[in-house]
């Protein structure tokens, strides 16, 4: 069975770094590329960052990039996201999830499973 | 960045309805879509990818239909464990982006 498990989440002020981190089982982690998705209290879903198989490609989106860094330590069946300069927007879960795709009419990606989340609140 | 637009944000349901959930891409994204139902307080499953595929284990009662900028997702007979909010998601061109969701509730 495929588990993701992410910790690190907590209460941090503003301009704060926190480290989240995601563990892998039931599947061969180095043959998946993986997501951070956030979802703010009572809002909608927000991808936030992407990493492929082995680290050698990454995306991020505009309202994170610079401040956030998905890494993985394919050893460890980890996936990480370092996050600096925490604003209070971004306040959320945050769930790890497996992307995998398809080749029927393109290349085609999807998140196929997903941790249940850490929760990130940045307050003063 | 692609916009994806649900419609409607909400909408209220007996058991036994056909229900439809559209979404709408700024641009085209050919079949790059895929549905996701989320549950309070549970994590976001796959339902549909790549428009219309059913993810292994989704009841077939659920479909996804559409190409281009047009997409549905429709329930043809709706059952309880079906009330819950749904999501379209394209990943045509990053940052991969969702729809704001359709919550479907008991009427």
């Known amino acids: 069975e495929v588990q993701l498990v992410e910790s690190g989440g907590g209460m941090i002020r503003p301009g704060g770094s926190l480290r989240l981190s995601c563990v892998g089982s039931g599947f061969s982690f180095d043959d998946y590329g993986m997501s951070w998705v956030r979802q703010a209290p009572g809002k909608g879903l927000e991808w936030v960052s992407g990493i492929n198989w082995n680290g050698g490609s990454t995306g991020y989106a505009d309202s994170v990039k610079g401040r956030f860094t998905i890494s993985r330590d394919n050893a460890k069946n980890s996936l990480y996201l370092q996050m600096n300069s925490l604003r209070a927007e971004d306040t959320a879960l945050y769930y790890c999830a497996r992307e995998d795709i398809t080749m029927v009419r393109g290349v085609i990606k999807y998140f196929d499973s997903w941790g249940q989340g850490t929760l990130v609140t940045v307050s003063s | 960045d692609i916009q994806m637009t649900q419609s409607p944000s909400s909408l209220s349901a007996s058991v036994g309805d056909r229900v439809t959930i559209t979404c709408r891409a700024s641009q085209s994204i050919n079949n790059y879509l895929n549905w996701y139902q989320q549950k309070p307080g549970k994590a976001p499953k796959l339902l549909i990818y790549?428009?219309?595929s059913l993810q292994s284990g989704v009841p077939s009662r659920l479909s996804g239909s559409g190409s281009g900028s047009d997409f549905t997702l429709t329930i043809s007979s709706l059952q309880p464990e079906d009330f819950a909010t749904y999501y379209c998601q394209q990943t045509y061109s990053a940052p991969w982006t969702f729809g704001q969701g359709t919550k479907v509730e008991i009427k």
């Open positions: 790549a428009a219309s």
